[in-house]
């Protein structure tokens, strides 16, 4: 019995203030704000469980869509790398062609500006 009055004067407000603890326990301090009454199932094991359980349930749901987000924009990433070395591909083989070409056929006016751009790497993003 001494033990639970011990704990509930540990428990109040006023114990936390060292100047609280000299005074006379029935003089009652005001509370400057005012604070929700306490849960009465704040304290019982199965409601801390429960309020655990639908927290780790709502931080399991959130991870899955963010991984599933991941997943998303790293598929479409992986498309884009394809997609540009199909055309990085498809672009060496026009300067390959237009360099043969320019081998048999000089004269052909529009070649040299397209061999000078195609084999200009200025353009290429830094990786």
Do not use: W
Request: with cysteine; charged share 20%.
């Amino acid at each position: 019995m001494e033990a639970v009055r011990a704990e509930r004067q540990r428990s109040t407000p006023c114990s936390a203030n060292p100047r609280a603890s000299s005074r006379h326990h029935t003089q009652q301090q005001p509370q400057l704000s005012p604070s929700p009454p306490p849960d009465p199932g704040e304290d019982d094991p199965l409601h801390q469980q429960q309020v655990l359980e639908s927290l780790a349930s709502y931080l399991e749901g959130e991870l899955m869509s963010r991984i599933q987000a991941y997943c998303e924009l790293l598929a479409e990433a992986q498309a884009l790398n394809r997609e540009r070395s199909f055309y990085h591909g498809k672009l060496l083989q026009i300067e390959k062609i237009c360099k043969h070409l320019q081998s048999f056929r000089p004269s052909i006016p529009m070649l040299e500006p397209i061999i000078s751009t195609l084999s200009t790497d200025t353009d290429m993003p830094c990786t």
